[in-house]
């Protein structure tokens, strides 16, 4: 489509971008799947006004007429959508981490941003199970990151095992 001239309508292209990361993933291209994956979650923060906890009031107020308009409910589709990429982009850290003795410590503090991210969109989604799971990655996150501190090796395999 995109060769005629012709533009996906944003939703989709989010969509595509998030696939196409998840294509480098497996691929074993953390890198570049990390820009398909910052592409797709771009369109879905627009979309809930990026939510926090703490503007949950604010976001109300501004977020775009895609959500509304199109779904019966919408927030939740969104939220669900940013959950999703945001824990993918943690997958893609971890994966970085395990492979990258020197720069580890910054790719696991990165996992445990997008986790955290991935947490909250999921709760205000109202996704009891998926918190749950996103909390338990969270746990083995922070413990890679007290071996860090600590100067502890649990090997490069043992790293990766989201």
Known sequence: MQNRDQELEPALEASLQFV????????DQ????????????VFWQQQT????????EKSWETQNLWCTLSNPAPNIVCLE??????FHIALCHR????RNPVANRQHWEQAWISLEQ?????????RPELVAEVTAHLGEVLQRLEAVECGWDFGGDAAVGF
């Not at 196409?20 to 691929?27: A, E, I, K, P």
């Not at 953390?30 to 979650?41: D, F, G, K, R, V």
């Not at 994966?95 to 395990?98: C, D, E, S, T, V």
């Open 118 to 126: 991935s947490r909250n969109a999921f709760s205000l989604a109202d």
């Open 95 to 98: 994966l970085q981490a395990a």
């Open 30 to 41: 953390t890198e570049t799947a990390l820009i398909h994956y910052q592409q797709s979650l």
């Open 49 to 56: 006004g990026n939510w926090e906890l703490t503007n949950w």
């Open 81 to 86: 959508r940013e959950g999703i990429v945001l």
């Open 20 to 27: 196409l990361g998840r294509d480098y993933y497996v691929s």
